[in-house]
Nanobody, 126 residues
C-alpha cells in the first residue's frame, strides 16, 4: 500500500519560512515525477512546484517562483518544499503527489499523479 505523509505545516508570520516534508512508503520516489500542490479556501487546487521524470527539470508556479525550492532525498524516500518570504496568499492545504510512470514531462498536470498525501495546513498570518 502506497502512502505519502506530509508534515511541516503550521502557522507562520508573513515573511517567514517553512519546510514541508513528504515521506513515501510502499513506493520509491526516485526516478518518478513528484509534485507539491495547494488548495486555498474557496479556490481550486493548483500546482506549486514539481519535478519531471523525463529529464529531472523543475517547474514552479508563477505565484511562488523565486520563493520556493522543491527537492528530494532518495535515501530517505522523502520530498521537500522549502518556502521563503511567505505571504498571506500562500495560505492553504499543501499536498504532495507522485506519478508511478517514467518519462513524465508535464509534471504540473494534476491528473498525471497516482498517489497523493492527505495534506498539511499552512497558514500565513500575523
Amino acid at each position: 500500500q502506497v502512502q505519502l505523509v506530509e508534515s511541516g505545516g503550521g502557522l507562520v508570520q508573513p515573511g517567514g519560512s517553512l519546510r514541508l516534508s513528504c515521506v513515501a512508503s510502499g513506493f520509491t520516489l526516485d526516478n518518478h515525477a513528484i509534485g507539491w500542490f495547494r488548495q486555498a479556501p474557496g479556490k481550486e487546487r493548483e500546482v506549486v512546484s514539481c519535478i519531471n521524470s523525463s529529464d529531472g527539470s523543475t517547474y514552479y508556479g508563477d505565484s511562488v517562483k523565486d520563493r520556493v525550492t522543491i527537492s528530494r532525498d532518495n535515501a530517505k524516500n522523502t520530498m521537500y518544499l522549502e518556502m521563503n518570504s511567505l505571504k498571506p496568499e500562500d495560505t492553504g492545504v499543501y499536498y504532495c503527489a507522485a506519478n508511478q510512470d517514467y518519462g513524465l514531462g508535464y509534471c504540473y498536470l494534476q491528473y498525471e499523479y497516482d498517489y497523493w498525501g492527505q495534506g498539511t495546513q499552512v497558514t500565513v498570518s500575523s
